[in-house]
């Protein structure tokens, strides 16, 4: 790279959260769709007239947007999208992680500094008064609500019908879904298998959303059971029984020696044959690049916003832990390309 170039994107860095906030405000006030909509260009008077906005305002987000490689100027008053801009405008994992970054995590990341050097969530009082985000949830402002739980559910949805086929491979009649969230594992595998029983364990705030969101399914509902725990509290059991483990997006909320405590905890009460299933979005297990970085930026989620002591790992480091704490990964399952997961197959030595 030439210098010239290098300070080119330097300045980029320097500038970020004016390149950020010009998208989502170009977003959350219709101009990009209306961009969008125009294909060949319109100009900032059109906007005006279509938005009900100022000129002044539109046109200083459109030169922001221009000089980012967001919009192309067709002409001095007349923009349209980049091929970068089309993406903002109609990717779903853009709009995802947009959504994320700004209610979830942008005025928190002011507090990345402290977070580093405290190990805690020191941007979290930003949106709540809790010593992880985790006992929030379920009480997160609707707007916020609804931006975590799109951002959560986008990377774990598109993964479940693969996962069924593995878990239900050999047809289980116990399911422990550890940190079942919103119950969303619970009700598939249940409606994938008529004789299946899950039990889910999780906090008692978020087994009372799952709890909520089952009772709406009556074939599904008398074969879900709940048990509330706390994984960190050394006092915690697990409870005996269950053919497999699954722990889908969980671990990665978990320092690694909290990891590898967890997974001590299920070795204590595990039968012999049990099987454990690890779902995650490993950082070297990804096709593509924009993935890549998603993932590695939510790690910094976890510094500021969610504990101050998880990441999303690499599936060496995964292995790393799963081999300390007494299993053996016997399988490792990529599901299709579209999908970010893997699954790790564990059983005990």
């Not at 507090?111 to 008064?129: F, R």
Request: proline share 3%; aromatic share 10%.
């Amino acid at each position: 790279m030439k210098a010239i170039d290098a300070l080119h994107e330097a300045q980029k860095i320097a500038f970020s959260p004016f390149v950020f906030q010009t998208v989502y405000c170009m977003h959350n006030l219709g101009i990009t769709d209306k961009i969008f909509e125009s294909k060949d260009g319109i100009s900032i008077s059109e906007l005006s007239i279509a938005t009900g906005l100022k000129e002044y305002g539109i046109r200083v987000l459109l030169e922001m947007a221009s000089a980012a490689d967001i919009l192309v100027k067709v002409d001095t008053e007349t923009y349209k999208l980049s091929k970068i801009g089309y993406f903002i405008a109609r990717d779903e994992m853009t709009r995802v992680n947009l959504m994320f970054t700004q209610d979830i995590c942008y005025k928190g990341l002011f507090h990345l500094e402290e977070a580093i050097k405290n190990g805690t969530p020191a941007g979290l009082k930003e949106i709540g008064d809790w010593s992880t985000i985790y006992q929030g949830l379920s009480v997160l402002p609707g707007r916020l609500k609804k931006s975590w739980f799109e951002f959560d559910h986008f990377y774990s949805d598109n993964s479940f019908d693969d996962a069924l086929k593995i878990i239900f491979k050999e047809n289980p009649k116990m399911i422990f879904d550890i940190g079942g969230n919103t119950g969303k594992w619970a009700l598939a595998s249940t409606k994938h298998n008529s004789d299946v029983n899950v039990t889910i364990l999780d906090l008692p705030i978020q087994l009372a959303v799952a709890k909520e969101n089952i009772s709406n399914h009556p074939a599904s509902k008398d074969r879900v059971h709940y048990v509330p725990v706390d994984m960190l509290s050394a006092e915690t059991k697990i409870p005996a029984g269950a053919d497999v483990y699954w722990m889908s997006q969980f671990l990665d909320c978990f320092s690694e020696n909290e990891i590898e405590a967890i997974l001590l905890k299920i070795k204590e009460t595990a039968k012999p044959d049990a099987k454990v299933y690890i779902m995650e979005t490993f950082i070297d297990n990804q096709r593509f690049k924009a993935a890549e970085l998603s993932l590695i930026a939510t790690s910094l989620y976890f510094t500021v916003m969610a504990n101050g002591n998880s990441k999303m790992y690499s599936s060496s480091v995964m292995k790393y832990i799963i081999d300390k704490a007494g299993f053996e990964c016997v399988d490792e399952h990529h599901l299709h390309a579209d999908s970010f997961h893997t699954i790790l197959e564990l059983k005990l030595k």
